[in-house]
Antibody, heavy 117, light 112 residues
């Protein structure tokens, strides 16, 4: 059974930082492009960052560019999102998911990030 | 980025009646290999999203056959033939032909 398990969320003050992790199991992790998406309370889904299977290429939403860094460690089957200079508007549940163009597709359960003073 | 526009925003439906959601993209979603990477996701209240339909019209494993997807180019539709109580939630179209992928704004399906 495939599992994507996010962790690292919590309450942080504006300007602070957090590092999210997504531990993957049951899949050939290095074969999958991975995505961080987020959902602010009561709002729709927004992609945040994307990384290819080998980690060579990344994309960032304009709203997080220069503040967030996506990375992966394929030896540990883990995806990361380093979030710096956090803003109130970054408050959301953050999900990891694999590239939806694959025949098999999964989402994690999400981790809540709250940015508040 | 490709803009995905869904309608309606809210869809009240009577149990057992059909429902239809429209999704339009700002540019063609046909990839150079001929495939169209337009997918539909369902998010039930309090749950993570899950994919229902991939590449326009293919149902994911375990998805009831009352769900169907159709369309081409820039216009796509998700249909529920007979809405059941468990179908309540928000539905999103997602394009992954042009990276980065982009989400539609969502359609909230509720029971009248």
């Amino acid at each position: 059974e495939v599992q994507l398990l996010e962790s690292g969320g919590g309450l942080v003050q504006p300007g602070g930082c957090l590092r999210l992790s997504c531990a993957a199991s049951g899949l050939t992790f290095s074969s999958h492009g991975m995505i961080w998406a987020r959902q602010a309370p009561g709002k729709g889904l927004q992609w945040v960052s994307i990384i290819t299977g080998n980690g060579d290429t990344t994309w960032y939403a304009d709203s997080v560019k220069g503040r967030f860094t996506i990375s992966r460690d394929n030896s540990k089957n883990t995806l990361y999102l380093q979030m710096n200079s956090l803003r109130v508007e970054d408050t959301a549940t953050y999900y990891c998911l694999n590239d939806p163009n694959w025949a098999d597709h999964w989402w994690g359960q999400g981790t809540l990030v709250t940015v508040s003073s | 980025d490709v803009v995905m526009t869904q309608s309606p925003f809210s869809l009240p439906v009577t149990l057992g009646q059909p429902a239809s959601i429209s999704c339009r993209s700002s540019q063609s979603l046909v990839y150079s290999d001929g495939n169209t990477f337009l997918h539909w996701f369902q998010q039930r209240p309090g749950q993570s999203p899950r994919r229902l339909i991939y590449q326009v019209s293919n149902r994911d494993s375990g998805v009831p056959d009352r769900f169907s997807g159709s369309g081409s180019g820039t216009d796509f539709t998700l249909k529920i033939s007979r809405v059941e109580a468990e179908d309540v939630g928000v539905y999103y179209c997602v394009q992954a032909t042009h990276w980065p992928l982009t989400f539609g704004g969502g359609t909230k399906v509720e029971i009248k």
